[in-house]
């Protein structure tokens, strides 16, 4: 059973920081592409961040110097470090973990950031 299991959420200030965390279970984590995603109220779920099995790095245009994904592979864990949060940086955070050699995608349950003053 596959499980990615998302913490680290909260309420921040802007211009704070947050480290979230993903960690999975029942696959193997090295072989899967890892991203974050995140969905503001009344918005579509939109890519922030993506970290391939190569550990290759792509992110929104939005979050670009203010955030920075990484992966530990002995721990099965994928890092999204979010500094600099702004207002517009609210919303559920949602790990997702894929294998385009399998097909399949798997999403966490979500995390609630919220950047409020």
């Known amino acids: 059973q596959v499980q990615l299991v998302e913490s680290g959420g909260g309420l921040v200030q802007p211009g704070g920081s947050l480290r979230l965390s993903c960690a999975a279970s029942?696959?193997?984590?090295?072989?899967?592409?890892m991203g974050w995603y995140r969905q503001a109220p009344g918005k579509q779920r939109e890519l922030v961040a993506v970290i391939t099995m190569r550990a290759s790095t792509n992110y929104a245009d939005s979050v670009k110097g203010r955030f920075t994904i990484s992966r530990d592979n002995a721990k099965n864990t994928v890092y999204l470090q979010m500094n600099s949060l702004k207002f517009e940086d609210t919303g559920v955070y949602y790990c997702n973990s894929e294998s385009k050699i399998l097909r399949v995608s798997y999403w966490g349950q979500g995390t609630q950031v919220t950047v409020s003053s």
């Open positions: 029942g696959i193997i984590f090295s072989r899967y592409d």
